[in-house]
């Protein structure tokens, strides 16, 4: 059973950056079918899509954040991490990293099966 | 700010029925299948169906998912206390070129 597993700094000084990695076991992070996903909920708010990579190397990430993260895979570690540079107080959060199954056929998405239990970020000086 | 909408609240009485609506458009439930998930305090979301009406293994038949046109919906039948929780519909939008959920509904058990 796969299981993820988020690590990294709880406490970030505002215009530094954030990095998270998230930890793969109980299968192969190296298999086609799926893409290896960051999402984030801020304190009251609802859930973000950060980005995504597949195991190649091939990155995705929401348009509000681009110019500021950065997400990457290391197959030897089964890991995948994510950046995010100048933090303010507003990219506090709890910040999740799942996987996401990739569509066979155009348009068909299978949602996100498997979920790390979360680590909080507090962007705070 | 989603592109997706959806009610912020929904309530009934447990063994009744509550329904959450997804309102999106032609670039993202138009021509995508949309999955729900379950959020509950404290813990990790939980996928609660994909592609529109299919239940992960594990998932009780009282949950159901539907899409029509550019709006999709949760169905919750015979409430429990268990399932207060928040639910997000979620999906992949075309323009945007991203992963979008939905701005959630909070269920309450009355």
């Known amino acids: 059973q796969v299981q993820l597993q988020e690590s990294g700094p709880g406490l970030v000084k505002p215009s530094q950056t954030l990095s998270l990695t998230c930890t793969v076991s109980?299968?192969?992070?190296?298999?086609?079918?799926?893409?290896w996903t960051w999402i984030r909920q801020p304190v009251g708010k609802g859930l973000e899509w950060i980005g995504r990579?597949?195991?190649?190397?091939?990155?995705k990430y929401n348009p509000s954040l681009k110019s500021r993260v950065t997400i990457s895979v290391d197959t030897s570690k089964s890991q995948f991490s994510l950046n995010l540079t100048s933090v303010t107080a507003a990219d506090t959060a709890v910040y999740y990293c799942?996987?996401?199954?990739?569509?066979?056929?155009?348009?068909?998405?299978?949602?996100?099966?498997?979920w790390g239990q979360g680590t909080t970020v507090t962007v705070s000086s | 700010q989603s592109v997706l909408t959806q009610p912020p609240s929904a309530s009934a009485t447990p063994g009744q029925r509550v329904t959450i609506s997804c309102s999106g458009s032609s670039s993202n439930i138009g021509p995508n299948t949309v999955n729900w998930y379950q959020h509950l305090p404290e813990t990790a979301p939980k996928l609660l169906i994909f592609t529109n009406n299919q239940r992960p293994s594990g998932v009780p038949d009282r949950f159901s998912g539907s899409k029509s046109g550019t709006s999709a919906s949760l169905a919750i039948s015979g409430l429990q206390s268990d399932d207060e929780a928040d639910y997000y519909c979620s999906t992949w939008d075309d323009t945007l070129s991203a992963y979008v959920f939905g701005t959630g509904t909070k269920v309450t058990v009355l």
């Open positions: 799942a996987r996401d199954r990739v569509p066979v056929v155009r348009g068909d998405y299978y949602g996100m099966d498997v």
């Open positions: 109980g299968g192969s992070i190296s298999g086609s079918s799926y893409y």
């Open positions: 990579v597949y195991m190649s190397g091939t990155t």
